[in-house]
């Protein structure tokens, strides 16, 4: 348990919980944490029972990502000296994550009881490419008054953590068989993606329709970059950037054979970036879109559904090679709920 | 080029004194915004927040009657604001709609791109000081609409004659679009409140006070929340609503912009709450709430449209505040699907704990 040192806490076990920025970083904060001589203490994979509270202990209007979020905080209570909620404001230059990452550790405290100590540091890299290091050190002094321990263990940290996704993301080996196999990106946070439970083994369907899952993560992170600016106004939210930008790359290649959108209901951010994202793929190129959309009330037989109507769509069309021009007077939104 | 713009409560007047002194064509969206929101609810993305589909229906009835271009304010996040020209330029354009945009934001491209949208909006003039000189009174007339508008939540709950701040309040709304430029608008609002003045009211009355809270456009275009300020004032409510048209581009457009110094009181009031600046108007939502508790006002109500990013972050800090303050919180969440009669139920409900309340600690 923590004991007062000269005025600063020192704690031993840091709690992080698995959701939201998790997916992104953990790697990297594990190994900053542990060169502080902390212990990890990762909260549980999602459940039903996480779900369950964090939908109960946060307002109905947030979004599912969140509600799972405020879940995991309440799992890793009493288990941990402190919890680890940073308040990312943003991570990129002028760019931001979205308003409730930054607002994240205000709404957990105003809605949960009893928490132990949140470690709130604030990164913000927008204007400051030293934000992350910032950071470091805030979050670092509840560890170590050592800056200089603090300063390595966050170059560390960047170094072999920085891009690493956790075990979660990889795919399961030797589902696929080679002949006519499809090729199907899935556009979404990486939350929404690689949360099997939250999205009820989303990707797992997929692939057991004998379809390769390309996910962002698997795009040339710098041809992202690059395609994202290429808009009048480029889009502010970090992951806004990255969906436009890789759908571009998509459009770029031959080998996709449809694209999915995967986003959590009330997601505000992805209202406007599946809205540009489906607008942009339909003007260029006739490729089979749909938008797939979680909640705590979706339902797994109409999550199949969808995914096997959608794959049979695509099969169907390679077979009687259909090829519609592509006009915005055949926009039309894809049904957007799956239960 | 026949400008337009979008709707929200009365900034109408501000930008028909900005175009009237620049001497450009435009075209006024109708002022019904409940119509507009059901067009452009059939167009948008059905996630997509309320304003959004407001400003679509104001545009495409605006494109009716000739309009061919858009004047807006933008942004740079985080919350979608910063994003709806890009959007609403998108659906437009698959709509077969050829509409322009202007846009008065620090573009990606820099500021002479900005200078050049100005000098456009002053018809290739390349005046700048009728420019700044039309904006200058533009912002003047949006300050006396604004406290136009306070004086009439300070009559409304204490006229003797119900209906009389009404009549001639909308009165207002609906002769200030024949008259003409600064002089012309000015004159109305000089007249509107001295008749505004000259109603009787009920001097010894000590009406309910409420803060109204929230996203701005909800709070600022009364219609889209149902009227609520004008409602609660005919119950006998005095409301107030800190965020205005007026203070929005004295101190979000020009005094950000040029780094004046402006009243931050809210930010260190919503600090224990919420503690940096998060996107649409979360700081000032929970900030001037803390601000009316301790101005001695009886509730708050904070009002926002469904999946309002920066209000939902807003809304699960309230109950602490509420809580430390001793102070009812009520969120009233709009959207194109809820009817009038439920919240009218809520808020009476609301007003009944308030005035126990009172009893209480007069009794
Ligand atoms: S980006 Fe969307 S899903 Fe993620 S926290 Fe923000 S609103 Fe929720
Ligand atoms: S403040 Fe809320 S309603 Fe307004 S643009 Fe932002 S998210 Fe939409």
Same mark, same amino acid.
């Given at each position: 348990?923590?004991?007062?040192?000269?005025?600063?806490?020192?704690?031993?076990?840091?709690?992080?919980?698995?959701?939201?920025?998790?997916? +992104?970083?953990?790697?990297?904060? #594990?190994?900053?944490?542990?060169?502080?001589?902390?212990?990890?203490?990762?909260?549980?994979?999602?459940?039903?029972?996480?779900?369950?509270?964090?939908?109960?202990?946060?307002?109905?209007?947030?979004?599912?990502?969140?509600?799972?979020?405020?879940?995991?905080?309440?799992?890793?209570?009493?288990?941990?000296?402190?919890?680890?909620?940073?308040?990312?404001?943003?991570?990129?230059?002028?760019?931001?994550?979205?308003?409730?990452?930054?607002?994240?550790?205000?709404?957990?405290?105003?809605?949960?009881?009893?928490?132990?100590?949140?470690?709130?540091?604030?990164?913000?890299?927008?204007?400051?490419?030293?934000?992350?290091?910032?950071?470091?050190?805030?979050?670092?002094?509840?560890?170590?008054?050592?800056?200089?321990?603090?300063?390595?263990?966050?170059?560390?940290?960047?170094?072999?953590?920085?891009?690493?996704?956790?075990?979660?993301?990889?795919?399961?080996?030797?589902?696929?068989?080679?002949?006519?196999?499809? #090729?199907?990106?899935?556009?979404?946070?990486?939350?929404?993606?690689?949360?099997?439970?939250?999205?009820?083994?989303?990707?797992?369907?997929?692939?057991?329709?004998?379809?390769?899952?390309?996910?962002?993560?698997?795009?040339?992170?710098?041809?992202?970059?690059?395609?994202?600016?290429?808009?009048?106004?480029?889009?502010?939210?970090?992951? !806004?950037?990255?969906?436009?930008?890789?759908?571009?790359?998509?459009?770029?290649?031959?080998?996709?054979?449809?694209?999915?959108?995967?986003?959590?209901?009330?997601?505000?951010?992805?209202?406007?970036?599946?809205?540009?994202?489906?607008?942009?793929?339909?003007?260029?190129?006739?490729?089979?879109?749909?938008?797939?959309?979680?909640?705590?009330?979706?339902?797994?037989?109409?999550?199949?559904?969808?995914?096997?109507?959608?794959?049979?769509?695509?099969?169907?069309?390679?077979?009687?090679?259909?090829?519609?021009?592509?006009?915005?007077?055949?926009?039309?939104?894809? +049904?957007?709920?799956? !239960? | 080029?026949?400008?337009?713009?979008?709707?929200?409560?009365?900034?109408?007047?501000?930008?028909?004194?900005? %175009?009237?002194? &620049?001497?450009?064509?435009?075209?006024?969206?109708?002022?019904?915004?409940?119509?507009?929101?059901?067009?452009?609810?059939?167009?948008?993305?059905?996630?997509?927040?309320?304003? =959004?589909?407001?400003?679509?229906?104001?545009?495409?009835?605006?494109?009716?009657?000739?309009?061919? $271009?858009?004047?807006?304010?933008?942004?740079?996040?985080?919350?979608?604001?910063?994003?709806?020209?890009?959007?609403?330029?998108?659906? &437009?354009?698959?709509?077969?709609?050829?509409? *322009?945009?202007?846009?008065?934001?620090?573009?990606?491209?820099?500021?002479?791109?900005?200078?050049?949208?100005?000098?456009?909006?002053?018809?290739?003039?390349?005046?700048?000081?009728?420019?700044?000189?039309?904006?200058?009174?533009?912002?003047?007339?949006?300050?006396?609409?604004?406290?136009?508008?306070?004086?009439?939540?300070? $009559?409304?709950?204490?006229?003797?004659?119900?209906?009389?701040?009404?009549?001639?309040?909308?009165?207002?709304?609906?002769?200030?679009?024949?008259?003409?430029?600064?002089?012309?608008?000015?004159? %109305?609002?000089?007249?509107?409140?001295?008749?505004?003045?000259?109603?009787?009211?009920?001097?010894?009355?000590?009406?309910?006070?409420?803060?109204?809270?929230?996203?701005?456009? $909800?709070?600022?275009?009364?219609?889209?929340?149902?009227?609520?300020?004008?409602?609660?004032?005919?119950?006998?409510?005095?409301?107030?609503?800190?965020?205005?048209?007026?203070?929005?581009?004295?101190?979000?457009?020009?005094?950000?912009?040029?780094?004046?110094?402006?009243?931050?009181?809210?930010?260190?009031?919503?600090?224990?709450?919420?503690?940096?600046?998060?996107?649409?108007?979360?700081?000032?939502?929970?900030?001037?709430?803390?601000?009316?508790?301790?101005?001695?006002? *009886?509730?708050?109500?904070?009002?926002?449209?469904?999946?309002?990013?920066?209000?939902?972050?807003?809304?699960?800090?309230?109950?602490? =505040?509420?809580?430390?303050?001793?102070?009812?919180?009520?969120?009233?969440?709009?959207?194109?699907?809820?009817?009038?009669?439920?919240?009218?139920?809520?808020?009476?409900?609301?007003?009944?704990?308030?005035?126990?309340?009172?009893?209480?600690?007069?009794?």
């Amino acid at each position: 348990m923590s004991i007062i040192l000269m005025g600063c806490f020192i704690m031993k076990k840091v709690g992080i919980p698995r959701g939201l920025s998790y997916y +992104e970083f953990y790697a990297a904060w #594990k190994v900053f944490f542990e060169e502080l001589g902390a212990e990890v203490v990762l909260s549980d994979r999602t459940s039903k029972k996480i779900i369950d509270d964090g939908v109960k202990a946060c307002v109905d209007e947030a979004c599912f990502a969140v509600k799972i979020f405020f879940g995991h905080v309440i799992n890793l209570m009493g288990r941990a000296d402190c919890i680890f909620i940073p308040r990312l404001t943003s991570i990129s230059r002028n760019e931001y994550v979205c308003p409730k990452f930054g607002g994240l550790p205000d709404m957990v405290r105003g809605s949960i009881g009893g928490l132990p100590f949140i470690i709130d540091a604030e990164i913000n890299m927008r204007k400051d490419k030293n934000g992350g290091l910032k950071a470091a050190y805030e979050a670092g002094s509840f560890f170590t008054t050592d800056r200089a321990l603090i300063r390595s263990a966050y170059n560390k940290a960047v170094k072999s953590g920085y891009g690493v996704l956790p075990a979660e993301a990889a795919a399961p080996a030797g589902v696929l068989k080679n002949e006519g196999r499809l #090729k199907i990106a899935v556009i979404g946070h990486g939350y929404n993606l690689y949360d099997s439970c939250l999205n009820m083994n989303l990707l797992n369907k997929i692939r057991a329709e004998n379809a390769e899952v390309i996910t962002l993560d698997m795009l040339d992170r710098d041809s992202i970059i690059k395609r994202s600016g290429t808009i009048p106004k480029k889009m502010f939210w970090n992951f !806004g950037s990255k969906a436009v930008g890789a759908a571009f790359c998509l459009l770029d290649r031959q080998d996709i054979d449809g694209i999915l959108y995967v986003m959590a209901f009330g997601c505000g951010v992805d209202s406007f970036v599946c809205d540009y994202v489906e607008r942009l793929i339909r003007r260029e190129k006739d490729l089979p879109f749909a938008v797939i959309t979680l909640d705590e009330h979706s339902g797994e037989a109409g999550l199949n559904t969808r995914i096997e109507a959608f794959i049979d769509m695509i099969r169907w069309r390679k077979k009687n090679d259909i090829n519609l021009p592509s006009h915005g007077q055949y926009l039309h939104h894809g +049904e957007s709920s799956a !239960g | 080029m026949i400008l337009t713009f979008p709707h929200m409560g009365n900034t109408y007047i501000t930008a028909k004194v900005l %175009l009237d002194e &620049l001497g450009v064509s435009y075209v006024i969206p109708p002022l019904d915004n409940q119509e507009a929101l059901s067009i452009g609810a059939r167009y948008a993305p059905e996630l997509a927040c309320l304003p =959004l589909k407001i400003n679509l229906g104001n545009y495409i009835k605006a494109y009716e009657q000739g309009a061919d $271009t858009i004047l807006i304010t933008g942004g740079c996040g985080p919350c979608r604001f910063g994003y709806y020209s890009e959007i609403e330029q998108g659906i &437009l354009r698959d709509l077969g709609i050829k509409m *322009d945009v202007i846009a008065l934001e620090k573009p990606d491209a820099g500021l002479l791109e900005l200078m050049r949208r100005i000098y456009r909006l002053s018809g290739y003039e390349k005046n700048v000081n009728r420019v700044i000189g039309a904006v200058k009174k533009a912002a003047r007339i949006s300050a006396l609409v604004d406290e136009l508008e306070r004086q009439t939540f300070r $009559t409304r709950p204490r006229e003797t004659a119900k209906g009389s701040t009404d009549r001639i309040y909308s009165a207002f709304r609906e002769n200030v679009l024949n008259a003409k430029g600064y002089d012309g608008i000015k004159k %109305l609002i000089g007249e509107t409140s001295e008749k505004l003045s000259a109603i009787k009211v009920n001097r010894n009355q000590t009406p309910l006070k409420i803060g109204i809270v929230g996203e701005i456009y $909800t709070t600022i275009d009364s219609a889209t929340s149902f009227n609520l300020d004008i409602k609660l004032g005919n119950l006998g409510v005095e409301v107030d609503r800190a965020v205005t048209v007026s203070g929005w581009i004295i101190d979000h457009m020009f005094k950000k912009a040029l780094r004046l110094p402006y009243d931050t009181g809210y930010v260190d009031a919503a600090k224990p709450y919420l503690k940096t600046m998060i996107g649409g108007h979360a700081q000032e939502t929970v900030g001037h709430s803390a601000q009316y508790a301790d101005r001695g006002f *009886d509730g708050i109500i904070q009002i926002y449209p469904l999946s309002c990013m920066p209000e939902i972050v807003a809304q699960s800090v309230l109950p602490g =505040l509420s809580r430390d303050k001793d102070i009812p919180v009520m969120t009233l969440i709009i959207d194109e699907m809820s009817g009038e009669a439920g919240y009218m139920t809520r808020i009476e409900a609301f007003l009944d704990v308030l005035d126990r309340r009172r009893e209480r600690s007069i009794g």
